[in-house]
């Protein structure tokens, strides 16, 4: 017995041990000093990140920041860059680079959507940009100060509410629904105007044996939200003003910001103005379980990916996403039909009382990748100039738009002389109707009333819940969410 | 032993708490002091950072009416029952099966491979199952689509009524479990084979009946392994919140959410560390309440 | 009816029927796992049970380029802290076996009452404690974690197996002049090989497994362990309906832990077993 033994725990030591010494000795290989100018800047870019083609990619990555790398580095050899890895933007997305920033050890230049940014600036991690955009940038020619090259939109959306600007959201995205034209064709129905229309031809593709809608809801709630955005924006237009508090209708604009503001929210909570015991509110519920009939039946189940699977397959006739989206479903090898897109329908009369008949807003803005941040930490780090002459040289026009080419998805919102790629036109076309001014239950109040918020969804859309127990249940979510907001934000002002 | 180095009392003190030391630092930072604190902030409302207002009661008076909390209450329940019974009756089986066999070699090997899945880690394991379970492309459903039960395909782990059972059916036939208790078979199969061989052959001659040697006499003579499984089910099971945070994150809605997976999201979704440290709490006293409940009973009936 | 000889003779062929089918149900996912392993997206989707030719290995390479990093990751802190396990552990639990001094029942109930409270009730408070350590986000965090969750129970297995050994040994190897610590290595160590092993074992078993704390603790991927990466590994090509890389994913992951038991299962066994029946 004692034989065999010292032979196997040997193995077992030396194993595990020689792969610690290798592991650590690497670790600390990765830390060798560097030349006395030289900083190292830790970048987070999202959907940019670049990456080689995996066996298992249908469609190319995007690899075209490691050009702009080079070039940057061509001018300033003391930079070195550590391009952390993209994470899906997912539901453990925001708990992953929260931690990141709680742990002082955020990306010097991140991106990071910019209601989340406003939503934790008082936290004090990322750096006021306002001083360093008042500046030239001196990559572009003739140029006075940063801010100019960049739509007004991106300067608009980007200012916090304390008047600083933490974040530049560069990329301007728009969504479509996406439908199977040889489904539509045989099936023999158009594309929808109206919320009615819709009803119907998804009841003919019902009936012919497809599954209408590739509807999703795991992981990542957010398609519940757009739907919500836009029916609530449609159904409450009226309301609108009286939520905000100024009595005025609100305008649409391509400006998410201008329209309720979190704050504004809670004080509507609070004055009984915004009300899930309001049918006007509970219409939007209705119809969008009206809808939840033509949803994959496994929509619970289904993430994004399973949703994209399912309709570039053949299986679904339709699914909604972003532009984000369409260089994925142009490339995919598993497509063998052709695609159309289309905006999502006006409610009318037809289907409901509180109609007003005015099309639905655009889910879309300035909120596509690229909305960049500098950690406050970058001061203390030494890399604080570095990291806003990276970001300088990065959004100067001749780098910025060959970057959003090569990833296919949004368009850059920076002014100047350049085309956006046919494919995403239409996409952003529908940002010509304005944004959503109210948001829903996502990023709206808490993210405890968002999870929240899911679970009664999920309840009413399938028959646990009646449309009365969900809003009283809505309620009781809002009313704790408003509170909880107003202790936190110390917001002594709303009774 | 001791009487004889009381001279050396000190010294032997010191040495040995020296001897201690790396131990106790860790415990008491890492294991003592955060007990400590999260059973004081859990009176508190606290974000994480910084510790807010004085709450008395409230988290407590909060949690008995929260309806996820009730629920994560129900669910665990029937988890830890539901393993339980799992734990006592397909592994026992095998573990009778195999010490029946005549040929040992034979035995050797089944027990050999019912070891396989335990080997494998966990988390390979309950992603295989959420492959399984994938409503298109999962195995399940088209196992009975090919056997043409297509009218038992369900979405498993999307369906209030299924999710939570798809979570707790993971390792089917539960010859092998999850976790420690995944080593039920080896421990039954350990126990018959300390039953003396006298016992086996005077059974045989009497001709005892193979049922009634069974349940009359094989069984009771594992007693002891019995109760140490159940111990170690309900425990490991009580805690458990991995599986189904890989498998379907408490959902829908909250049909499987158990109270570990709440703690989580409470804290480190919601930042509500007070919330959470108060469902950490209740946690705590009912496991320890459990556990020397059975130990009790383990200890009485021996 | 059946003569008894023959009657025993189909409860073995009954027996050896059930056992197989349980054998074949319990391993068949894995089985699947490694077929599919090998499969393209397109003989997945059109032979979907059937194993297909030609193999694709090189789905094991796209594999490893996505897990690799991850698989070493989880080999270093687990080994770093299954040695220090066994270390802070034994010394220990030699102390509360072999010395009495005022305060060591307290220290001892201590350990048996940290036993008995879950580790998830920690689990707030240590993320405070290592992030305000400004500890977040190393390895050092999750081996520190790990020995402190793992040493208590290696703790209890040793003082009660130092217990059980015979005072007379002891006091034969002081008589011949050893000291405290060479007594504990020349005499105690030897014998409790089997011991240090199962320990070793069970640590081994329970980091490899730890989902939670590097879910907490760690933020960087490029730290990331096995069970984390194959997480995101798993939401990435599920995504991509890349089954055959996924499932490779997978059998890579499990690598580790099966050679370690052909290693070490005998010892394995009779040590948990035995461990097991005792506590």
């Known amino acids: ?495 | 032993m001791t009487t004889k180095r009381i001279p050396l009392a000190s010294r032997k003190t010191l040495l040995g708490l020296a001897l201690m030391l790396p131990m106790l630092v860790l415990l008491f930072s890492l294991r003592l002091y955060p007990i400590f604190s999260a059973f004081v902030h859990s009176f508190f409302r606290w974000d994480g950072f910084e510790t807010g207002r004085f709450l008395g009661l409230g988290n407590y008076q909060r949690l008995v009416r929260d309806p996820n909390m009730i629920q994560s209450a129900a669910n665990i329940g029937k988890f830890v029952l539901t393993r339980l019974v799992l734990n006592l009756t397909f592994p026992m089986m095998g573990a009778l099966l195999i010490y029946h066999l005549r040929a040992q070699r034979a035995g050797y090997l089944y027990r050999v491979l019912f070891m396989v899945p335990m080997v494998v880690p966990l988390i390979v394991v309950l992603l295989t199952w959420k492959f399984i379970y994938h409503p298109y492309d999962g195995v399940l459903n088209r196992v009975l689509e090919l056997i043409g039960l297509e009218q038992l395909q369900r979405i498993w782990l999307g369906d209030f009524d299924t999710a939570l059972w798809a979570v707790i059916g993971i390792g089917f036939p539960w010859v092998t479990g999850l976790g420690i208790s995944g080593f039920a078979l080896l421990i039954y199969l350990a126990g018959l084979q300390q039953i003396s061989t006298d016992v086996m052959d005077a059974l045989t001659v009497d001709g005892v009946r193979m049922p009634t040697r069974i349940f009359r006499i094989e069984i009771p003579l594992i007693a002891d392994q019995i109760k140490v499984i159940s111990v170690l089910t309900t425990i490991n099971t009580l805690q458990s919140y991995v599986p189904v945070m890989i498998m379907t994150g408490g959902g829908p809605s909250n049909a499987s959410l158990v109270p570990g997976l709440y703690l989580y999201q409470t804290a480190f979704h919601h930042d509500r560390f007070g919330y959470a440290a108060s469902i950490g709490v209740v946690m705590a006293i009912v496991l320890v309440a459990v556990t020397m409940l059975t130990n009790r009973f383990v200890r009485t009936r021996q | ?279």
Request: net charge negative; aromatic share 12%; charged share 20%.
């Open chain 1, 1 to 495: 017995m004692k034989d065999t033994f010292r032979p196997a725990i040997a193995v077992f030591v030396a194993v595990f041990a020689l792969c610690g010494g290798i592991v650590f000795a690497g670790g600390a290989a990765e830390q060798t000093a560097l030349p006395d100018d030289a900083v190292e800047l830790r970048i987070y870019v999202g959907e940019f990140t670049p990456r080689e083609r995996l066996p298992s990619d249908r469609w190319d990555p995007p690899s075209y920041l490691n050009t702009i790398i080079e070039e940057y580095q061509e001018l300033h050899p003391n930079v070195r860059f550590d391009i952390l890895p993209e994470i899906p933007d997912g539901d453990e997305f925001l708990t992953w680079i929260t931690t990141q920033y709680l742990a002082a050890s955020g990306p010097d230049v991140g991106t990071m959507l910019f209601s989340e940014v406003n939503r934790n600036a008082h936290r004090g991690w990322f750096a006021n940009l306002l001083p360093y955009l008042e500046e030239p940038n001196p990559y572009v020619a003739d140029n006075e100060a940063w801010k100019d090259i960049f739509l007004q939109g991106v300067l608009d959306t980007g200012t916090a509410p304390d008047g600083n600007m933490y974040v530049l959201p560069t990329g301007l995205v728009g969504t479509a629904i996406f439908y199977n034209q040889d489904i539509f064709d045989e099936v023999g129905v158009q594309p929808p105007q109206t919320w009615a229309q819709f009803m119907s031809i998804q009841q003919e593709i019902k009936d012919a044996g497809y599954i209408p809608f590739a509807f999703h809801m795991s992981g990542n709630p957010y398609q519940a939200n757009w739907a919500l955005r836009s029916m609530q924006d449609m159904l409450l237009d009226d309301r609108l003003g009286e939520i905000k508090g100024t009595g005025e209708p609100i305008e649409r604009t391509t400006i998410e910001a201008e329209g309720v503001s979190q704050k504004e929210l809670v004080a509507a909570i609070r004055r009984g103005d915004y009300s899930a015991l309001d049918p006007q509110w509970q219409e939007q519920l209705r119809l969008l379980k009206e809808w939840s009939e033509y949803w994959d039946p496994s929509w619970i189940a289904m993430n994004v990916d399973d949703a994209h699977r399912s309709f570039v397959r053949g299986q679904s006739a339709m699914m909604w996403h972003s532009s984000g989206r369409v260089r994925m479903i142009e490339a995919d090898t598993l497509r063998d039909f052709d695609y159309g897109t289309f905006s999502f329908p006006t409610i009318t009369q037809e289907s409901s009382p509180y109609a007003t008949g005015i099309p639905a807003p655009a889910i879309g803005g300035y909120t596509g990748a690229g909305a960049f941040t500098i950690a406050q930490r970058t001061e203390e780090r030494g890399t604080r100039e570095a990291a806003v002459d990276f970001l300088r040289f990065l959004t100067a026009p001749e780098n910025y738009v060959p970057l959003h080419e090569d990833l296919g998805a949004y368009a850059p919102g920076i002014r100047g002389d350049f085309e956006v790629s046919p494919e995403i036109r239409p996409f952003l076309e529908s940002l010509e109707r304005g944004t959503f001014r109210i948001e829903s239950f996502f990023r709206g109040l808490t993210r405890q009333y968002s999870d929240e918020f899911v679970r009664v969804l999920q309840e009413y859309l399938t028959d646990r819940v009646t449309l009365d127990q969900a809003s009283q249940t809505v309620q009781r979510l809002l009313d704790e969410a408003a509170e909880d907001l107003i202790e936190s934000h110390n917001w002594t002002d709303i009774p």
């Open chain 3, 1 to 279: 009816m059946a003569s008894p000889a023959l009657r025993i003779r189909y409860g073995q062929i009954i027996s050896h029927a059930i056992l197989v089918v349980l054998v074949i149900l319990s391993l068949y996912p894995f089985a699947y796992m490694l077929i599919t392993s090998v499969k393209s997206i397109d003989q997945f989707y059109h032979s979907y049970f059937e194993p297909t030719l030609p193999f694709h290995f090189e789905n094991y390479l796209e594999a490893w380029s996505q897990v690799g990093r991850y698989m070493v990751n989880s080999l270093s802190t687990t080994a770093i802290s299954v040695v220090l396990v066994l270390l802070f552990a034994s010394l220990a639990g030699y102390v509360f076996a072999r010395y009495r001094f005022p305060g060591s029942e307290i220290l001892f109930m201590t350990v048996m009452l940290v036993m008995m409270v879950p580790a998830i009730l920690n689990m707030l408070p240590v993320f405070v404690t290592l992030r305000d350590l400004r500890l977040l986000d190393t390895h050092l965090a999750l081996v520190v974690v790990y020995v402190s969750q793992g040493q208590v129970l290696g703790v209890y297995i040793f003082r009660n197996f130092f217990v059980s050994i015979p005072d007379e040994l002891l006091d034969a190897a002081e008589i011949d002049g050893a000291g405290d610590l060479r007594s504990l290595w020349h005499v105690i160590v030897p014998l409790s090989k089997p011991i240090i092993f199962t320990v070793a074992v069970m640590s081994t078993l329970t980091f490899w497994n730890e989902y939670i704390w590097p879910l907490i603790l760690l933020s960087s991927q490029r730290l990331w362990t096995i069970t984390l990466g194959l997480v995101v590994f798993e939401a990435r090509y599920a995504g991509m309906a890349a089954w055959g890389p996924l499932f490779s994913g997978y059998v890579i992951a499990s690598v580790p832990l099966i050679v370690l038991f052909a290693f070490s299962m005998k010892y394995f066994v009779a040590g948990l077993t035995a461990g097991a029946v005792k506590g």
